[in-house]
């Protein structure tokens, strides 16, 4: 049967409206599906890979932390361990992380009586209702091998409590020095603002380059600079963001704690999230299909060409590292000190799942239906917002629908050439 992926129910009639709380001018990053069924975790298989490949670096800080936190708890007190999960989406993807957390943890302090508290923090109008169906174990949550993740809320009764903030990471969202242990993965690349601002044509006005990452590979490649959209806007929003995203956590986390960040990049190959040296490129792609609804379908105008840009950003290792290292023009140096940094690549699962064989019995148009919506998950908001307002949400959901569409019978005409590798800067931060 064909795979589907909605809109939360009431998401097409906000896109044209909806504000970022930090006062941004383009339409917000719009969860999919049923808000409480988990589609997130179910169709984004390959952020388990990129957890796990995480988890190796952030286990062997944590007992320095139990430390801190044991030091500081009053005599006869049980102590409290608290972690914040950044960007969280709908919390799924993350389980495996807290129950290998704890267990660490445990086995550190020796002590049944060390509680945690886990913070899950997001915008608004995120799956809240998905958020805490996974947080209390009420969806089951299989990995990317499909390996059961119980839920630590139910593997340690009494001792695990959930909590949720309807923040954005740009602010302030935690009281001061309330955080032991903070994460992020693929969330903070997006950005408070479009930084093309209120007209959204895309990278002045191009059809080519829908992310500004495409322009940074291309420039890795050596294509002439002068055929080169300008990326400056981008770049500058995205200094501002990053800065404002780590001064909040300053004041958030503990003297001690630490923090890790997965954060996508454009590696020094110029490989980036959907454009590896496997395969086609999944942002040139998506460029590609969406010109067709004009040029060959007839369904959208130019401009509504020229408006498909996404408004996120892959930081380079240099600039995640700049305003932890000293004074930037966004303001002083920030209180972390670096304990590992370095780029990681994970495979999509679903295209490794293909070209290995696993899928033996399955069709190519069923791998395609299969394998696109884990791209959709966090995208399709952006197709929406390409669209003119004045059309009704009905029609947008339709011409978004087409797109996809599309996209899937591209991906059908040649599996293996499709899939979406994560590429990463993968930072082990110490708070200061």
Known sequence: SKATVSVLNWAPQLLPSIRTMTGGDFAVHMPVGDDGAGQYTAETKGCFDVIATATPMLLPKLPDVVDLVVSKTAKGAKPLLRVADYGTADAGTSLGL???LIKVCDAHAKDENLQYRIEYEDQTLNEWRSVFRHAYGDIEVRDANGAVLPAPWKLYPGRVFVSGVGLTFFEQCMPAASVDVGMSFTAMHWLSRDPIGAAATSLKGTEEYVHHAQVVRD???????????SI???????????????????????????FMLVNFTVSSEGHLLGGSEVGQSMYDNFGRCWKALQAEDGLISEAEVRALSFPNYYRSQEEVLAPLQGETENGPRLGFAVAEIETKVVRCPYREAWTSGKCKGMTAEEYARWFVPTTRTWSNSTFHAALSAERPAAEREEIVGRFWERYTQLVAEAPAEHGMDYVHCYAILRRE
């Open 98 to 100: 807290m129950n290998e």
């Open 219 to 229: 420039r890795v490649r050596g294509v002439d600079v002068e055929r080169l959209p």
């Open 232 to 258: 400056e806007a981008h770049e500058k929003q995205a200094a501002k963001d990053w800065y404002a995203i780590m001064k909040a956590r300053e004041a958030e986390m503990v003297s001690g704690g630490v």
